[in-house]
DNA sequence: CATTAGCACTCTCGGCAGTGGAGTGCTAAT
DNA sequence: ATTAGCACTCCACTGCCGAGAGTGCTAATG
């Protein structure tokens, strides 16, 4: 593809992408190309069609870009953006203020992300890959039922009630809390899965920490989304039927856990463009997606969705922004 | 209002509920009224109007109930439905298997009430006003900051970073964190708040534990909501600016919460209809709200919102299942 | 006197034709 | 290779019409 055509192509694209209305040769020659007749412009365009980057609605309407077409465009045409500097340090003030919780930080970054973007956000909780044991505790709820509490680092605190023999009072789970603790302290949940049983724990307890640990191991099944109300404002979403059935996945955490820990970008920054979307559902809209870190060990992936024509530059240039942000508010709670 | 004016009332509420189509006299006679002619009903109809129960779209259409209209229904003429015994179990069976945290019931009930109403169902967390502290306990995350972990119970956790002297390593954290459950144990945040200050206690850390303790107190300002999906399906919300603004109080979670506390039905089934909302982002909506408890000391706010022709008795029946199930999950993690 | 049959009137909605305009593809000239 | 010109296509919009649903009013009825 000859670099006048692939102008042409990021002029199409950039056009509609704002207006959302099929541009046609005229427009083009106007606002992007004075130094072409529209009939010229016309060639390349029926050109790009041939090729399957663009599409027109009806015979004698403009075009619009097909999914190959933004495929295109974000492969080799993709501006570099930048975040405006004064934004940049509003957003990093409103990361400094928050540094107790995984989950403030999580919900921060989705209803910021969703308001930078114009789009919705995702957020999937952390996997901590090497998340270490550094307390247990046992708390009598009721006779017979206790609450065994689990803190690894990165401020990851988890519970869950277990049942105990009934004739256990509090001072012997303390102990017992105690004996787990000097046991499998520093230990990952491979360490602990590992190892043989302990004279005096009850096998179910075991599990239970295992459990508990992995809980803080990958909270990846997490995911929450925020920015519903941009979605609406998309004339592509319209449609009731279109609307509901985006929503019907954002809505289905299972669902959107698979989708997004399928594509999971290790690295760097992913589009999925229209149908290359496995799911059927989500064929009508673009993910952008990238991962956020904390240190080595502590990471989880964090995108925007939107319709097929969202700002794929500025997207990804915020979102790169939040997912820095993030990491390092992450970073600041692991030890 | 005599009895017949009543039932054509009532007639118009339910049929238009049903079909979204103004109710003209024609229809009224033919599918409620086999005994009138629809002359008569048209007169009486004419003499609602006035009255302000019924309006119409245009002169010559048939009639749609204003939100007095919808509220004399409810208040005088809500016919008492019930839940279907097998849905009854199904839904019971479903809350009897989890019993283990207050946040899965919270999700739980959210999603199991969005299914049941058709709607958007909205549920608070828990206020626990008579919430003891049963466990302190202090992990030193890193030199200086330590988490504070506090346990009452309901099987409730609250967790949050503190800053400690960086001198204080684990072992003294631990017995500063026996001497406060010794001092506060078994005392309610109030009580702590009364307390003298303690000798070597840091007065922060006295702070952080009555905060820890308040927000397992009163959790009400979290208010999560499911089943957006099904709000897009009423033709009432076709327009996207009606959506987009419902959108926008659901999606903040402080506007939300303030508008859910201030209503708080201590007891009883509570409808709001339309402009009865003091919100003017929700005047196109109605809620119907309830309560759930467990125990005395325990409860919360679930509701349903949805368009001001919600279908107020059947989801109230359903509403009233939640809440009693959800309030029977909860009592069982109440010591 | 409440009820009802009858009727003229109103308003919406769907279909249809006509029109203007934006845009195309093709051809021939430069 | 580019471009001016032109015929053609198709949509979006408009106005118009008729059918249908529904009303309000009037006069008749038990």
Redesign the pocket.
């Known amino acids: 593809m000859d670099e006048r055509k692939q102008r042409i192509l990021g002029a199409v694209v950039s056009d509609y992408t704002e207006t959302v209305v099929p541009v046609?040769?005229?427009?083009l020659a106007a606002r992007y190309f004075l130094e072409?007749?529209?009939?010229?412009i016309?060639?390349e365009?029926?050109e790009l069609?041939d090729d399957g980057f663009l599409t027109q609605p009806?015979?004698?309407?403009?075009?619009i870009p097909t999914d190959l077409g933004y495929r295109y465009f974000v492969d080799f045409l993709l501006p570099q953006e930048i975040v405006e500097p004064p934004l940049r340090r509003r957003v990093r003030q409103s990361f400094d203020e928050v540094d107790r919780d995984v989950e403030a930080i999580l919900e921060l970054a989705a209803a910021t992300l969703s308001r930078l973007s114009d789009n919705v956000a995702l957020v999937t909780g952390p996997s901590n890959t090497r998340a270490v044991l550094l307390h247990v505790e046992l708390v009598l709820a009721r006779p017979g039922q206790a609450l065994l509490i689990v803190v690894a680092n990165g401020n990851s605190v988890h519970q869950r009630a277990v049942e105990v023999p009934v004739d256990l009072d509090q001072d012997q789970l303390s102990s017992l809390a105690a004996l787990l603790k000097r046991t499998f302290g520093g230990m990952t949940a491979g360490g602990i899965e590992e190892s043989p049983e302990i004279e005096g724990v009850p096998t179910g307890l075991l599990a239970e920490l295992i459990h508990g640990l992995r809980q803080i191991e990958t909270r990846a099944s997490l995911v929450i989304h925020d920015g519903v109300r941009n979605l609406v404002r998309n004339p592509e979403f319209e449609d009731p039927n279109r609307l509901r059935t985006v929503l019907e996945v954002l809505e289905a955490q299972r669902i959107l856990a698979a989708v997004v820990s399928e594509l999971a970008p290790r690295a760097g920054m992913q589009m999925v463009i229209g149908h290359e979307n496995r799911l059927e559902e989500l064929q009508d809209c673009s993910l952008v997606l990238t991962s956020y870190r904390a240190g080595e060990q502590m990471w989880g992936t964090l995108g925007v969705v939107g319709p097929t024509r969202i700002r794929y530059g500025r997207v990804a240039a915020r979102l790169q922004l939040v997912s820095q942000l993030m990491g390092e508010a992450l970073s600041r709670l692991l030890t």
Not at 24 to 27: D, E, L, V
């Open positions: 046609g040769s005229h427009a072409l007749s529209s009939a010229t016309r060639n365009l029926s069609v009806h015979a004698s309407a403009g075009r």
